[in-house]
């Protein structure tokens, strides 16, 4: 059975940095991509990147470019999420996901429980 | 302002069919497939359809999906109060070079 058992929620200052981790288990760490979603309280759901574990490849949404940065580790099957210069608007429930598909038709069969990131002073 | 384009609420009445609408453009939904996810409150999301209209195993017959240019759409029959959730449609977006999502129905059932 696939699981992704994300780490615990956490409470960040505004200008630092968090790093929330996915460890994998049930199937094949290599065969699949990691992508990571966010959602705001009460808000929609927003695509942040991806990693190909298998190659090392990762791939940002535009506007987190530079701020964020996704790692995979083949040896533990656990994928992270680090978002840094955080501020009030980063507050919200961070999930991991498997990401099926192709690259260019990708969907998310299974995910995290979600992780609760919340920025404040 | 989400890329894809989704009514923000809907409401049906017990065993009825409710049709959840997902509009986009010819970078996202009209060259690239479309998935659907059901969010219940609280949990995370949970995949219903991939591929415009395969889905999943142990997904009930009674979710399904269609594709149609550059819209999409997600009807559910038989509609039941488990039914009650948020639903979301994501592609894949060309000219972002992103994964795209509506910005979610929520679903009531009456």
């Known amino acids: 059975q696939v699981q992704l058992v994300q780490s615990g929620a956490e409470v960040k200052k505004p200008g630092s940095s968090v790093k929330v981790s996915c460890e994998t288990s049930?199937?094949?760490?290599?065969?699949?991509?990691i992508t990571w979603v966010r959602q705001a309280p009460g808000q929609g759901l927003e695509w942040l990147g991806r990693?190909?574990?298998?190659?090392?490849?990762?791939h940002y949404a535009l506007k987190f470019r530079g701020r964020v940065t996704i790692t995979a580790d083949r040896s533990t099957g656990t994928a992270s999420l680090e978002l840094t210069r955080l501020n009030s608007e980063d507050t919200a429930f961070y999930y991991c996901a498997r990401g099926s598909g192709s690259w260019y038709n990708p969907y998310f069969d299974f995910w995290g429980q979600g992780t609760l990131i919340t920025v404040s002073s | 302002q989400s890329v894809l384009t989704q009514p923000p609420s809907l409401s049906a009445a017990t065993g009825q069919k409710v049709t959840v609408s997902c509009s986009g453009s010819?970078?996202?939904?009209?060259?690239?497939?479309v998935s659907w996810y059901q969010q219940l409150p609280g949990v995370a999301p949970k995949l219903l359809i991939y591929?415009?209209?395969e889905r999943p195993s142990g997904i009930p017959d009674r979710f399904s999906g269609s594709k149609s240019g550059t819209s999409a759409t997600l009807a559910i029959t038989g509609l039941q109060t488990g039914d009650e959730a948020t639903y979301y449609c994501?592609?894949?977006?060309?000219?972002?070079?992103?994964?795209?999502f509506g910005g979610g129905t929520k679903v009531a059932v009456l």
């Open positions: 049930g199937a094949s760490f290599n065969d699949y991509t």
């Open positions: 994501e592609a894949w977006d060309n000219n972002l070079s992103a994964v795209v």
């Open positions: 990693v190909i574990p298998l190659l090392g490849i990762t």
């Open positions: 591929a415009n209209e």
């Open positions: 010819s970078s996202n939904i009209g060259s690239n497939h």
